[in-house]
Structures are given as C-alpha cells and as structure tokens.
C-alpha cells in the first residue's frame, strides 16, 4: 500500500486547512493510500521558512512517505515556476512521487520533465490551475 502524505497550506486569513484535508483525504481513499502523515501551514505560498513544509521535507528525506499529496501547485509554493520545480525535483531525488489532486492534468504523478515542457505562463499555471485545466478541454 501507497503511503501518503498529505500537505497542506493556506494563506492568512479567512481560509481554512479543514477544506483541503477533508478533500484530499477522501482523494487519498479512493486511491487506496494509507495517509501516514498530514503537513500543514497558514503561511503565504512564497515563504520558505514554514514549520509543516520544513517537517515535511524531513520525512521526505527519511522516506516516511512514498507519496506527497497537495491540493494544488501554488499550495506548494508560489515560488515561480523554477521555484516550485526545485520543490518537485527535491522529493523525486528522495524518491518521493507527488500529486496534485486538482491539478491532475498536469500529470504530475509523472516526470517533472513533462511539466518543464509545458508552455503555458507562470500565472496560468501557478494561479489558476483550473482556468489552465479549461483551456486544455
């Protein structure tokens, strides 16, 4: 069985992570992962100093998890597209796989090479997952 980890990050504010959790956890099951561990922060997504993303890149680096599942890419990071590609380079080198559960389209799930050639902008990509999703219907 899949092990997963689910991270989770909302902006100051009005926003809650109980959203997220309660999706992603359901995704999760549907997939028959065991979730072993849930990340969370209430951060902005250009903040690198956050204390659930520095948890979870320790139990990346000590293969807790096989898997890293976030809602979205700029709930990740809103570090750029070079920014946030680093993040999905770091866990592929420890052999952490990684999904987006609403950015599925992009094809996560596999190489971070894919996600390099793809030619749609910083803002569409990082901003507006769904708009991007639409366009490519």
């Known amino acids: 069985m899949t092990r997963a980890a689910i991270y989770c990050?909302?902006?100051?504010?009005?926003?809650?992570?109980?959203?997220?959790?309660?999706?992603?956890?359901?995704?999760?099951?549907?997939?028959?992962?065991?979730?072993?561990?849930?990340?969370?922060?209430?951060?902005?997504?250009g903040k690198t100093d956050r204390d659930g993303l520095k948890a979870m890149w320790?139990?990346?680096f000590k293969r807790e998890f096989d898997l890293l599942l976030f809602w979205a890419l700029d709930r990740l990071s809103r570090e750029g597209v070079l920014?946030?590609?680093?993040?999905?380079?770091?866990?592929?080198s420890y052999g952490v796989a990684y999904r987006s559960q609403s950015?599925?389209?992009?094809?996560?799930?596999?190489?971070?090479?894919?996600?390099?050639?793809?030619?749609?902008?910083d803002s569409m990509l990082f901003t507006r997952p769904r708009?991007?999703?639409?366009?490519?219907?």
């Open 58 to 60: 320790d139990g990346a």
């Open 83 to 92: 920014g946030t590609l680093r993040y999905l380079e770091r866990l592929t």
């Open 9 to 45: 990050r909302v902006s100051i504010g009005r926003q809650e992570n109980e959203n997220q959790l309660v999706q992603l956890r359901e995704f999760a099951a549907k997939q028959g992962w065991e979730i072993v561990r849930e990340y969370t922060d209430t951060a902005g997504g």
């Open 131 to 137: 708009a991007w999703h639409r366009s490519q219907n």
């Open 103 to 121: 950015s599925t389209s992009i094809a996560l799930a596999s190489s971070v090479t894919r996600l390099r050639s793809t030619s749609h902008g």
